[in-house]
């Protein structure tokens, strides 16, 4: 196939005389070159590939991982937003219940998604930036505040 094309099935009285495909780099295009083909059905297709498939090879890296830069991240997110939403440290408070139940929530988010790296090493490595930056950022907050 071309890198990008468009797909058209025809009326079903041009479907059983030809099974015809157009190739074009656009509909606009195929739909200029069949002008007297009735298009009942339009789909544009991206030439773009993936490079990657995603599998479950190197699990054990991906998932520890998640486990510590990730919870490193995860308490970092809760971090800033308990000081944007000024939450005393309080446990009984509802703010402070919400927070705690948020943490969950947010690691159970990062750990499937750690499988979407390609690596190990670059689960690590865009996990640990990423809590370096929001760590980073719960301490400047922390500091304008005071």
């Known amino acids: ?38 298009c009942c059905f339009a789909e544009a297709t991206v030439g773009i590939m993936r490079k990657y498939t995603y599998t479950s090879q190197n699990w054990f890296a991906k998932v520890t991982a998640a486990v510590v830069p990730g919870n490193i991240l995860t308490f970092g997110l809760v971090g800033v937003i308990g000081v944007l939403s000024h939450v005393d440290s309080d446990p009984r408070t509802a703010s402070a219940q919400f927070l ?31 809590a370096l930056c929001v760590w980073g950022l719960f301490f400047v907050l922390r500091g304008l505040q005071a």
């Open 100 to 130: 705690t139940w948020l943490t969950v929530l947010l690691w159970c988010i990062i750990l499937p998604t750690c499988f979407l790296f390609s690596n190990g090493r670059r689960a690590w490595n865009y996990l640990s930036i990423s």
């Open 1 to 38: 196939m071309g890198s990008a094309g468009a797909f058209f099935l025809l009326s079903l009285a041009d479907q059983k005389r030809s099974n015809c495909i157009i190739h074009a780099n656009t509909v606009d295009d195929a739909c200029m070159a069949s002008v007297s083909i009735c």
